[in-house]
């Protein structure tokens, strides 16, 4: 979808206005979602939307939009929004979002979809992290009332010159017509977005004496629908500020006639904006504290922070660079770190470019140098099924039984079925002293028969093991295996590892001749699996 920023769209600075930009990206996803499903299609949510360029009148704005994953009667439609000079023809990035589709046919009928016809390495690489990103979804509440307990710990806001948050309180109804619903009936989630944005804007307003600019949502949830003929009753207010942010929260409640006169409300939409100022000289603006004056309201304060501390992990996480140290392991980025961690192996494997550089009867050494970071793969043929193999693979206390470089390893906290942490310690090499990792682990099982069994591997920093002196700490950037069946009886294992200067010695080694730790380790491993695959 194409549009051109007109007057009409834009706000007092020329800029697009976000209500116009949020109502086209709901459309352009919708479009693809039901070019997918065949019948109607309603917004379920919207994921966090990061704001990173705005659009001037007389530009153009494109938003591309595609069917990531189905599941059931829902998809996950992936939107990128960016912005083109017409005059330099300069291309920029607005924002990178993901939305939930609801397949709703007419009537009672239930519709199966259809699956996704995967046509590129990167449909193949969107479908496995769109399941990823569900289950960040699906435990986000969960999360959010960890981290909101951590929080409570603080003392709200006793600042004499606070301004009270019940000042910023703003009510509006807007009744819906049929430009603003489908054929059948139901308003659009692009439209209802919009007039949030509308009346968060409003809010934050009353705060900073200036005119707010959207920079982020915090989640579009839909809880039901509203329908031509409803009255929509939008309550914003702003929790909590942040020096030069802002966040609003919005309730939206929907009336029938007939609900309207008995005061009995719907609740069908929540979410929460960020906002930031500028001044005149286009200086980002301070905002002044908030004081909550209500049960409420304390909660709405507390909740702003966790929901900052859940929105800064999962940005450092996922825009940090590779060669940046290990992240913590905590409350609020847990399901980043494993996302990432999975995400990053299978974006690993799927590049282009791999060149074998060492050729053994079950073993090949591959390479991949992309400007100064280099990777390795190690390929195994192994003669068991791929189910064992990762079974074995997935429990790295069998590593001792066949890579040599492993001393000890134990678990030090099993977070799930899917994802354990390991502390491992590996010997000494030339003269120096052992090293010990902390590593994050997740296992995956192919989403399709195609695809692969997944281990990914990368590090992390534990309150429960702190580095020691007696051990050099060494980071793991990227690793893991890829188990792809070949057939009922074989798999082809293959182990990556984006090498690190811990790995470096080995790799110089076994590239140059002078040793073939790489190879030994690899062939001990396919004795390994095949031993214990017969026991099977």
């Known amino acids: 979808m194409c549009r051109t920023v007109l007057p009409a769209d834009s706000g007092p600075r020329g800029e697009l206005g976000a209500g116009p930009l949020l109502r086209w990206m709901d459309a352009a996803a919708c479009l693809a979602a039901e070019k997918h499903a065949g019948v109607s299609c309603v917004t379920a949510s919207m994921d966090d939307i990061q704001f990173e360029e705005a659009a001037r009148v007389g530009q153009i704005i494109a938003i591309r939009t595609k069917v990531n994953r189905e599941f059931q009667t829902l998809m996950e439609v992936g939107i990128k929004v960016t912005v083109q000079d017409v005059l330099t023809n300069a291309e920029k990035i607005v924002s990178v979002a993901y939305a939930t589709y609801e397949a709703k ?134 929790n909590n500020t942040f020096h030069s942010s802002v966040e609003v929260g919005v309730r939206v409640e929907a009336y029938s006639c007939g609900e309207w006169i008995q005061e009995q409300p719907r609740h069908i939409c929540s979410a929460f904006l960020t906002f930031s100022a500028l001044d005149d000289r286009g200086e980002p603006l301070t905002f002044p504290r908030v004081r909550p004056t209500t049960q409420v309201g304390v909660r709405r304060y507390f909740g702003a922070i966790a929901r900052r501390r859940i929105l800064l992990s999962s940005k450092c996480i996922l825009s940090a660079k590779e060669d940046k140290p290990s992240d913590a392991w905590e409350t609020s980025n847990q399901a980043y770190l494993n996302y990432k961690n999975v995400a990053a192996l299978t974006l690993l494997a799927g590049k282009p470019g791999w060149g074998i550089t060492k050729t053994l009867d079950d073993v090949k050494i591959w390479t991949h140098k992309e400007g100064d970071v280099l990777s390795f793969k190690v390929e195994m043929q192994v003669k068991v099924p791929s189910h064992v193999a990762f079974s074995l693979l997935s429990d790295f206390r069998l590593c001792q039984r066949w890579d040599r470089h492993y001393l000890a390893c134990e678990v030090l906290q099993d977070v799930s079925e899917r994802e354990k942490i390991y502390h491992v310690i590996s010997g000494p090499t030339a003269g120096r002293q052992p090293k010990d990792f902390v590593i994050l682990v997740s296992q995956r099982e192919p989403c399709q028969p195609q695809m692969p069994y997944t281990v990914a591997v990368r590090s992390v920093t534990h309150r429960a093991m702190p580095p020691r002196p007696e051990y050099s700490r060494s980071e793991i950037l990227c690793a893991g295996f890829q188990i792809h069946s070949t057939s009922s009886s074989c798999c082809t294992v293959c182990y990556f590892n984006q090498v690190t200067s811990g790995v470096m010695p080995y790799l110089t080694a076994n590239l140059t001749g002078s040793s073939k730790s790489i190879e030994d380790t690899a062939l001990d491993c396919i004795k390994f699996l095949e031993l214990e695959g017969s026991k099977c």
């Open 105 to 238: 046919p007419v009537g009672a009928e239930k519709i199966e979809l259809k699956p996704i016809e995967l046509q590129s390495e990167e449909d193949h690489l969107e479908y496995f992290l769109a399941l990823e990103r569900s289950i960040i979804r699906m435990g986000y509440l969960e999360v959010f009332q960890k981290v909101i307990q951590e929080s409570n710990s603080e003392d709200p806001c006793e600042d004499k010159d606070a301004v009270s948050a019940e000042h910023t309180h703003v009510q509006s109804t807007e009744l819906v017509l049929p430009p603003h619903a489908n054929h059948h009936g139901n308003t659009f989630g692009g439209q209802i977005m919009a007039w949030m944005q509308t009346v968060a804007s409003i809010s934050a307003s009353r705060l900073c004496r200036s005119r707010p600019i959207l920079k982020a949502v915090n989640r579009f949830g839909f809880w039901g629908p509203s329908f031509v003929g409803d009255h929509l009753i939008f309550n914003a207010i702003v």
